[in-house]
């Protein structure tokens, strides 16, 4: 596989690291969005447009790597736990107010969700194959991780009211 392919993939090298390479992966997702919030006037928007960019580019490059010989759902591959997180983000409403406790939360329920893998995220796991059966349960992890986000949002705002 091409090293930059590789190096995408692998959420930057992320993915490399022995201990907990999903965590790390969902990390520079967080990174990534925190990048986004600090200097696009945007940012909801261009970051589910990255989540987009990134599934796309994930389907592709993990099929062509599956189709040389390399492992289904490789640990090491994190460019899905990227793309989810992101989404999860991006769902979280205006970015520019509560931006650290956003992410905290949106890294939190998306984690919660792709390690969970309830109904149908978990069948998406077990039964798809190729790039779309790696990308597709954490795509679902970030939609169902980004309502359960905002969930939590809310009531953290009922408490700080308090």
């Given at each position: 596989?091409?090293k930059?392919?590789?190096?995408?993939?692998?959420g930057?090298?992320?993915g490399?690291l022995?201990?907990?390479p999903?965590?790390?992966g969902?990390?520079?997702?967080?990174v990534?969005?925190y990048i986004?919030i600090?200097f696009?006037p945007?940012?909801?928007?261009?970051?589910?447009?990255?989540?987009?960019?990134?599934?796309?580019?994930g389907?592709?490059?993990i099929n062509?790597?599956?189709?040389n010989?390399?492992?289904?759902?490789?640990?090491r591959?994190?460019i899905?736990?990227?793309a989810?997180v992101?989404?999860?983000?991006?769902?979280?409403?205006n970015?520019?107010?509560?931006t650290?406790?956003?992410?905290?939360?949106?890294?939190?329920?998306?984690r919660l969700?792709d390690?969970?893998?309830?109904?149908i995220?978990?069948?998406?796991?077990?039964?798809?194959?190729g790039?779309?059966?790696v990308?597709?349960?954490?795509?679902?992890?970030?939609?169902?991780?980004?309502?359960f986000?905002?969930?939590l949002y809310?009531?953290?705002?009922?408490?700080?009211?308090?």
């Open positions: 596989m091409k930059l392919n590789w190096f995408i993939i692998t930057f090298f992320s490399l022995p201990k907990a999903g965590t790390f969902t990390i520079v997702g967080c990534i969005a986004v600090l696009f945007n940012p909801n928007l261009t970051i589910m447009l990255l989540a987009i960019l990134f599934s796309i580019i389907i592709k490059l062509e790597y599956e189709k010989g390399g492992i289904h759902d490789d640990k591959i994190v899905d736990e990227i989810g992101l989404i999860t983000i991006g769902l979280l409403g970015l520019k107010d509560d650290f406790i956003k992410i905290f939360l949106a890294f939190i329920s998306f969700f390690i969970w893998k309830p109904s995220i978990g069948k998406i796991d077990k039964n798809a194959k790039g779309l059966g990308m597709g349960d954490d795509i679902l992890a970030g939609i169902f991780g980004g309502i986000a905002g969930i809310i009531g953290y705002l009922k408490i700080k009211t308090l």
